[in-house]
């Protein structure tokens, strides 16, 4: 059989396993996973298709299902079963708008939030990579009694050329998160940027100073409301409800100005009255709930302490199944610009890590099986670059107590993280590529690894333990 069979074969038993050609409603790829989008999913034999030829694993993701090749042979796969089954010409983008048509409101909401901070993710990377870089020039201990710079003053210049750029993405982060929110649910993108100066606007007393009572806003009357002309600084929250308002009323405003004077009137009344709102509702709601969230979780680590961290540590991947974790990224990046670091991201991290460990391990109890070996060392591999999914849908949550052995091995990782102090300076990002955003505090670059290798060194140890005693 040559490839050209082998892949049609491979395709044949999908549309078999799925329920036949016309319960597929989309089909696309990413870099491992065929995705494919169905009419009704109870018709899908899982069982069944977990068993296909070359596949590592199959889960459903939100509303689509993931069948695992791997980077190259997935693109493959694609050719041939997308023309198989006459979609060839769809996008990962038209796939994921036939899964977001059947999704509840709760899971629309997650995901619109996630896809805003999709779109700003690489200029949040890029600071919190700087900034760790910076951290580690400037931070004393790491290399010596002294930092780099101190060693080398020639390198002071450079070094407060990075802090400038990194320090400043955060600074404008909630222009932004508004610029992101505005394109994301349907308005113009440019109307965000202007709500998002307007919230950093200069002449606006900073939020910062306003919560040390170093600065006095100044307050007006607007329409018979008292307003403190106070700036949004840090207003993670708020940018995105923002986001949401401005395009609203774009979309009203246009609808309902006059053609003849909507080029004039329309962007005027979308800005002037989203800026109303702004001062008048949606900041004080905002400022109220990021209040809420800070505090809730500032609670937890205060109150509960370590046991608080191994909670969250245990069952982050318990979330991500669900598909709630999306919606993380704008609580830590309003943990951030509440505090300047992010607990969370190291817990995140080791999470991941500790499934990668339980895929080792199951990978040690059933080396033999070639199956077991194609599906677990990719999984385990994209573990490393903070992907779980393959790992969790591949494998642990697949066989059950692997899953828990990841969890239990997360939770004292997640422990460890208490203890030693560490945090992040930035989010997006976990295990290896993790590293570069790590506060050097604490010995943090050190105190990160050692987490990992309890997330890691836990998961394969109980999963095996577990699994030898499960087997006898």
Not at 172 to 188: D, E, F, N, Q
Request: hydrophobic fraction near 50%.
């Amino acid at each position: 059989m040559n490839k050209q069979e082998r892949y049609l074969k491979i395709s044949s038993d999908i549309v078999e396993c799925v329920g036949g050609k016309e319960n597929i409603q989309g089909v696309a790829h990413c870099a491992t996973r065929l995705r494919i989008v169905l009419d009704d999913d109870t018709k899908l034999n899982k069982e069944k298709l977990e068993e296909i030829e070359l596949a590592k694993g199959a889960f459903m993701a939100g509303d689509q299902l993931q069948i695992i090749f791997g980077a190259g042979l997935v693109n493959e796969v694609y050719d041939v079963f997308s023309k198989s089954i006459g979609m060839e010409n769809m996008s990962l983008s038209d796939v994921k708008t036939k899964s977001a048509e059947k999704q509840n409101p709760l899971q629309k909401a997650i995901k619109s939030i996630s896809d805003v901070f999709i779109v700003i993710m690489p200029a949040i990377l890029a600071a919190a990579i700087l900034l760790g870089l910076s951290g580690l020039l400037s931070q004393a201990g790491i290399f010596g009694e002294q930092s780099v710079v101190e060693m080398y003053p020639w390198l002071a210049g450079i070094n407060k050329f990075i802090s400038l750029v990194s320090s400043s993405v955060f600074d404008i982060l909630p222009l932004l998160v508004i610029y992101s929110a505005t394109k994301r649910y349907g308005g113009r993108p440019v109307l965000g940027l202007v709500l998002g100066y307007i919230m950093l606007n200069p002449k606006l007393t900073d939020a910062y100073s306003a919560a040390q009572g170093t600065a006095t806003p100044e307050t007006i009357q607007l329409l018979g409301l008292n307003v403190e002309l106070v700036g949004f600084q840090g207003g993670v929250i708020i940018a995105i409800m923002m986001g949401a308002v401005v395009a609203y009323l774009d979309k009203f405003f246009e609808k309902k100005v006059p053609n003849s004077i909507k080029l004039l009137i329309s962007p005027m009344l979308t800005v002037f009255v989203s800026a109303f709102l702004l001062f008048t509702v949606v900041g004080p709601i905002g400022r109220g709930l990021a209040d809420i969230i800070t505090a809730s979780l500032l609670w937890v680590t205060t109150n509960l302490g370590i046991f608080g961290y191994m909670i969250f540590a245990g069952f982050h991947q318990i979330i991500v199944i669900t598909g709630l974790h999306h919606v993380f990224g704008a609580i830590e990046s309003q943990l951030l610009s509440a505090t300047g670091t992010n607990f969370l991201n190291p817990i995140f991290s080791v999470a991941v890590a500790a499934q990668g460990g339980a895929v080792l391990g199951f990978l040690g109890l059933h080396w033999k099986n070639i199956k077991t070996r194609e599906l677990c060392i990719p999984a385990f591999t994209s573990t490393l670059f903070g992907i779980s999914e393959p790992a969790v849908f591949g494998v642990t949550l697949r066989n059950k107590f692997p899953l828990v052995c990841g969890c239990i091995a997360s939770a004292l990782a997640g422990g460890y993280i208490y203890i030693s102090k560490l945090v992040s300076i930035g989010f997006g990002t976990t295990a290896v590529p993790g590293f570069a955003i790590v506060d050097p505090s604490n010995n943090g670059y050190v105190n990160y690894i050692i987490a990992h290798l309890i997330a890691i060194g836990g998961g394969i140890i109980l999963t095996m333990v577990y699994g030898k005693l499960k087997i006898n």
